[in-house]
Nanobody, 123 residues
């Protein structure tokens, strides 16, 4: 069973940067697509980005395109989300998610997820 643990969240001023990490245990991530989601208070969970099993293919939702970058290091069994030019509207709990496929059939149909890490962006 795959266990995902996110880290790297915190409080940052608008315009700042954070890098989130998602470390996996229990199974290798190397054959699985991975993704990041976020959920702001009172809102539904929102897809942010996905990366293929190899890291060659990525997709970022329009709201973060050009500011966030998803990446992975299969040797370390870890997925990252580099977040630059942060805005107050990026404030949310960020979740790492995994798929039992090399690329998601649907971004919102993930198979497992972590406990989340809080990101707060002050204006």
């Amino acid at each position: 069973q795959v266990r995902l643990v996110e880290s790297g969240g915190g409080l940052v001023q608008a315009g700042g940067s954070l890098r989130l990490s998602c470390a996996a245990s229990g199974s290798t991530l190397s054959s699985r697509a991975m993704g990041w989601f976020r959920q702001a208070p009172g809102k539904e969970r929102e897809f942010v980005a996905a990366i293929s099993w190899s890291g060659i293919s990525t997709y970022h939702t329009d709201a973060v395109k050009g500011r966030f970058t998803i990446s992975r290091d299969n040797a370390k069994n870890t997925v990252y989300l580099q977040m630059n030019s942060l805005k107050p509207e990026d404030t949310a709990v960020y979740y790492c998610a995994g798929y039992n496929s090399q690329w998601p059939r649907r971004f919102d149909e993930y198979d497992y997820w972590g406990q989340g890490t809080q990101v707060t962006v002050s204006s």
